[in-house]
């Protein structure tokens, strides 16, 4: 049976890569084999110290990993990617079922957990699913540094108006309260707006008030 | 009391006259002396009896407070180990009799003739015989006390014996070489639900559950002589329930100073609980193995499995594309690889799982690890491992099947070769020892840590697992030594390299190694 492929996602962010950590060789091969046959790319490390000396911070996709591994195991490295704030989603692949184990790793951030044996499409579903993850990881950081330059561009004043319009202020209350005439207010707003590249209220609160919860 | 020269007199007499004559008499005797106390009547006599400790007693018949034979049973009753000798004016010779009958020792005649040997003969006499007649009184008597303490003592003893053989559970029985029955304790009776009278003068060799035990019976007693004169076996018949029972038995034959069998003691004890709870627990550890087995085996399996799944379900999809050819080739290469190491495990399942008797030869043991060095080597260039050889000329053979020391010196060969991934040295000795050979595989790798030496020899213990290491290799030569008689040992510290040590005995059936 062939795994049916989820239509390619809109290209908003850079290709993602599934870099793979085992010591087993024919293992190892298998995998990136499966993963190119459904135009994955793949790229497979022999432990996990080789993946911390070749990995490149900021490269998108999702790790797969083995547990068990002479030297470090897949949870130190777990430890470690947490440690170097490396947000990418990570698969542990465990040949039993330790439930502590997958408990704690679950605790520290692992997305997922698979356990052999297990179907080629167990895993290219489980695969999918954290590169979709990280996608959407990767688009939201990247709006939020959009609006966080955006606010960087406002002044102290206009920043001051954004907050309490956005609290549900009208333009003579917020007037009032900071000694303003409604004009320099209302100025104040139009301007606001304008570097924020929005329209309307309802916009700036739409890419604003998500990041302050 | 008397030294035997000089004794001490009681003379009893109420005749003055009678009195010195005698004292006259005794008096002038130089050997032995007499120290002579005078009683004029009975009373006094009585009197000094029980002052003094006289040799004898000389009395006269004719006293004047009493009757003659009253007063003479009177002091044989107060001094009834004191001689009491009688004189007498009468001659009659009833009343004599009636003295000695009496208790006198002695009678004599006062007269004329009385002389002074004489009544020192009498005296003297009269000392040694009543001596004697003590003595032997006392012998009897310890004796008899002897005889009763030791009647006591068998009784007593019997008793105990009685007791150890009724009172208690174990199944004694004696019997005749051709199965008679002489003496059955309670507990036998009991077991076999027999009254004694059924047993006794009967065969036990007929209600034996089947020809085999009566055979393992009958051959257990042949086996007995002399210098080995107890056999100890079990048996098994039905008990009244219907259900098989178990008893352990020891036997032992009483034999004759020529050497024959006359008879046979046995005791026995039942042993079917013992028996079913050792039944339980191998069935338990044969469970427990297989489970640990198939768990080992499962988890091995695992890795290639996925492997195979993965390239087989990829090459799926490689193979309509034409720009894939190379990929797909890719897969298919890993789904053979992969099947492989899946069949080197359930080989080395199967091998490990086998447990044939294996046919053996006289083997020069050298010859073994050369060809064993042969086996290894493509491995071991592949590894950069140097293997020496460096064997003992003296060597004895041994009896051994080759093939398999063979595989066990290839292992061992092999193992060594892999133990870094430099450059390494592999040196195999042959050397002699006081039952057979020792063949040493020593390398100056990076060794093992205590925890890998203690697990050495469990099967599916590696630590080359994802190598293809299947965990079997040292636990497969550690049976086959074993079925050798033979023993394996590994020695060394982590980063000391690692020595393993194969002792092999001339010929295993000859007793095994400690």
Known sequence: MLVRIPHPMPVTTSPSTVFVVDDDPEFRESVSLLLESVKLNAEVFVSAEDFMANYESQRGGCLVSDVRMPGMSGLELQKWMVEQEIKLPIILVTAHAEVPMAVEAMRAGAVDFIQKPYSPQQLLERVQQALRQDEQRRRDERADRLTQNLLDSLTRREHEIMDLLLDGGNTKEIGNRLSLSTKTVDFHRRNLLEKMQVDSLVELARIVRPREQ | MSDGDSFHVLLVEDSPLDAMLVTKLLGSVRSPRFRIQHAEQL????????????????????????????????????????????LTGVTDEQVALEALRSGAEDYLIKDEAISDSLLVRSIRYGVERKRAELEIRRLNTELEERVARRTAQLRASEERYRNVVEGQTELIVRWLPDGTHTFVNDAYCRYFEKTREELIGKSLFPWMSSDEEREALQSRIASLSVDNPVARGEHKDVGPDGETRWQRWTERGI???????????????????QKQTEGALRRAERLASIGTMAAGIAHEINNPIAAALNAAEAAMRFKDDPDAKHLLERCLDNVVRSAHRC????????????????????????????DARVSALPHAERETATIELQLAEDLP???????EIEQVLTNLIDNASRSADGPIQVTVRTSRTKHGVRISVEDDGPGMTVEQRQRAFDPFYSTRQKQGGTGLGLSIAHGIVQGHGGKIEIAGEAGQGTVVTVDLPINADDGKME
Do not use: Y
Request: with cysteine.
């Open chain 2, 43 to 86: 009373r006094d006599a009585v009197h000094l009896l029980s002052q003094h400790e006289f040799d004898v007693v000389l009395l006269d018949l004719m006293m004047s407070d009493c009757n003659g034979l009253e007063g003479l049973e009177r002091l044989a009753t107060d001094a009834p180990d004191l001689p009491i000798i009688v």
């Open chain 2, 255 to 273: 034999f004759d100073e020529r050497g024959i069998l006359l008879e046979l003691q046995s005791v026995g004890q039942d042993i079917t609980e």
């Open chain 2, 343 to 370: 069949r080197l495990i359930v080989e080395n399942v199967l091998k490990f799982s086998r447990q044939e008797p294996t046919e053996r030869s006289l083997v020069a043991i050298n010859t073994v690890v050369r």
């Open chain 2, 397 to 403: 053979e041994v009896w051994i099947n080759e093939l």
